[in-house]
T-cell receptor, first 120, second 112 residues
């Protein structure tokens, strides 16, 4: 089945530093990847859509200069949290979709195992 | 029984009993729906999906029902096992933008 790998699984950083999270599709190519954020006991909130070879599309209220997304290849997207602050502490999860028959979007997203970011 | 936690509604179910988890979706333009299971500290895991031209789909021990009239989705788990303890999310795909929006989630606790 489709596997999405995310690294690191957890990271602790000091306030003001930047953190990069990698998301890889291991056995399929993904022209589009999605980045979600999840706070404890809450649902997943879509942050942005990462598009291979072009700019990411950000959801309303998500600062594009703070959450830098780079989708440099068909199997890798990165999310960089710049100048992290304690309120950025969260669980960040990436996902990708294997396109269905006739490149249909009616196919499930496959998720990585998330990255727990703690900013001290 | 079912109770509302701080953020997540919680369903407690005896091992071996059937579980029913409900979800109301918001957009009548949604054409594809998925149920995910999320264990603590992990990413969501695909369980079952259903397209809007269907009203029922069965998998192994799981059944998804879709009622488009009232925009309601449910997940039934047969013979619930301790390994089924997790948070379950429904997600809807809105066809015009192909983004997946998640519902609030339901915590299922299986009592041995």
């Amino acid at each position: 089945g489709a596997v999405v790998s995310q690294h690191p699984s957890w990271v602790i950083c000091k306030s003001g530093t930047s953190v990069k999270i990698e998301c890889r599709s291991l056995d399929f190519q993904a022209t589009t990847m999605f980045w979600y954020r999840q706070f404890p006991k809450q649902s997943l909130m879509l942050m942005a859509t990462s598009n291979e070879g072009s700019k990411a599309t950000y959801e309303q209220g998500v600062e594009k200069d703070k959450f830098l997304i780079n989708h440099a290849s068909l199997t890798l997207s990165t999310l960089t949290v710049t100048s992290a602050h304690p309120e950025d502490s969260s669980f960040y999860i990436c996902s990708a979709r294997v396109l269905g028959v006739n490149r249909s979007y009616n196919s499930p997203l496959h998720f990585g195992n998330g990255t727990r970011l703690t900013v001290t | 029984g079912e109770s509302v936690g701080l953020h997540l509604p919680t369903l407690s179910v005896q091992e071996g009993d059937n579980s029913i988890i409900n979800c109301a979706y918001s957009n009548s333009a949604s054409d594809y729906f998925i149920w995910y299971k999320q264990e603590s500290g992990k990413g969501p895991q695909f369980i079952i999906d259903i397209r809007s031209n269907m009203d029922k789909r069965q998998g192994q021990r799981v059944t998804v029902l879709l009622n488009k009239t009232v925009k309601h989705l449910s997940l039934q788990i047969a013979a619930t096992q301790p390994g089924d303890s997790a948070v379950y999310f429904c997600a809807e795909n809105i066809s015009r933008n192909n983004r997946l929006a998640f519902g609030k989630g339901n915590q299922v606790v299986v009592i041995p």
